[in-house]
């Protein structure tokens, strides 16, 4: 927008001590807007030719930088946004010029109102699951502070939140670094908006901590086969067995076996769009888990819900002798460790799981290269 910028007095109007309002005019293209600068001056001490106050009259020194410094405000603010090609209204010059605060930033600024508003914008695009996680920060995060602005968000904010997440929730590190992941994925929105300016977290470290990921042994899994072909095994163990094993066999997650349909299966392929990142995968069917489709039915798995699953998953390790807490996600570490064990190259396997990166594959390539250590270690007795 191409703007000009002048200054002239209100001559129509006089106050009670015979003072012109001195005016700031924004001309552009065929509007025209005007506005107080909070200056006034006698008609006589105005100086049309320079847009000034003559020296003699009174506070004549302060008033003219008062102006200058508008202008030189409005100037520098034309310039930047016609530079970076941003569109601009009169409103967003006034608020900058004058160092006034829309209503609509105020609004923004509210850090609940503005990731409210961020959760339902994305409620098509991520998971539920993943939305479910964002309202749940919000509501935890309240219990810290009933109130809070971008402007309260800082170093010593989040020190004293991490503070109370450890000492009274008794959050262990990963949850905390959990819940400073959704508050950053919220705050970038926000810098990306140019509602915040600076990233709090720029300063602050978040730490973590390495999570042992449990995995099963081939011998283990094998066992596990065999029990699930037991007739010692009663119906409800061999249900959550059947779909926890082909889990293993093809490393879904949880939520992708639950949604699995007979139309994912198409010529010896699994294809599927992955719930959590939404991206296309297509995995070949091995013999083992071929073997537990059960061509019949539309939905392909009874699948319980994730807690009563890993409830059985205990006791049918404790059936099968296997001195390890199993959980559903233990299927998805098994398919990704025995497979490497077996020779697939890393790359395949980064795709069969959907990894969007190879170095999220390469921590499985690491446990196995523990395994392998922790097993030669056995020679040293020798």
């Known amino acids: 927008m191409q703007t000009l910028i002048t200054l002239r007095i209100r001559t129509n109007y006089l106050n009670i001590e015979g003072e012109a309002s001195v005016l700031l005019v924004l001309h552009a293209i065929d509007t025209k807007k005007v506005y107080q600068t909070g200056v006034y001056v006698k008609p006589e001490h105005w100086q049309i030719k320079t847009k000034t106050i003559n020296h003699r009259a009174k506070n004549a020194f302060h008033n003219n930088q008062v102006l200058t410094n508008l202008i030189s405000r409005a100037n520098n603010f034309i310039f930047d946004q016609n530079y970076k090609k941003i569109e601009f209204s009169f409103q967003d010059l006034e608020n900058y010029v004058f160092e006034k605060k829309p209503a ?155 949604r699995l349909k007979k139309e994912n299966i198409k010529q010896g392929f699994i294809e599927l769009i992955i719930h959590k990142t939404g991206e296309y995968i297509r995995i070949p069917l091995s013999d083992p888990a071929a ?18 699953t890993n409830d059985y998953l205990k006791l049918i390790a404790l059936q099968a002798k296997i001195n390890k807490t199993l959980t559903f996600h233990t299927a998805r570490h098994s398919f990704a460790t025995i497979s490497i064990l077996q020779g697939i190259p890393l790359e395949v396997i980064s795709k069969l799981m959907g990894h969007n990166e190879l170095k999220t594959t390469q921590i499985y390539a690491r446990i196995v290269d523990l395994k392998k250590v922790s097993e030669m270690a056995k020679w040293n007795d020798f």
Do not use: W
């Open 104 to 258: 609509i930033v105020e609004l923004k600024s509210d850090y609940y109102k503005f990731a409210l508003d961020y959760i339902e914008f994305k409620k098509n695009i991520f998971s539920s699951e993943h939305i479910k996680g964002l309202n749940t920060e919000i509501t935890k995060l309240k219990k810290f502070k009933e109130t809070l602005c971008f402007e309260d968000i800082n170093y010593n904010f989040l020190k004293d939140y991490e503070f109370y997440m450890n000492e009274t929730l008794k959050n262990r590190i990963n949850t905390i670094h959990k819940s400073f992941k959704r508050m950053k994925a919220i705050i970038n929105e926000a810098i990306r908006q140019r509602i915040v300016k600076e990233n709090p977290f720029s300063t602050y470290q978040v730490k973590t901590e390495k999570t042992n990921r449990a995995f099963l042994e081939i011998s283990e899994l094998k066992e596990l086969q065999k029990l699930y072909l037991s007739p010692d095994l009663n119906d409800k163990l061999k249900n959550v067995l059947h779909y926890f094993l082909f889990a293993c066999f093809t490393g879904l997650r949880f939520t992708d076996i639950q």
């Open 291 to 308: 073997a537990l489709l059960d061509p019949g039915g539309e939905i392909l798995f009874n699948v319980l819900t994730n807690q009563k």
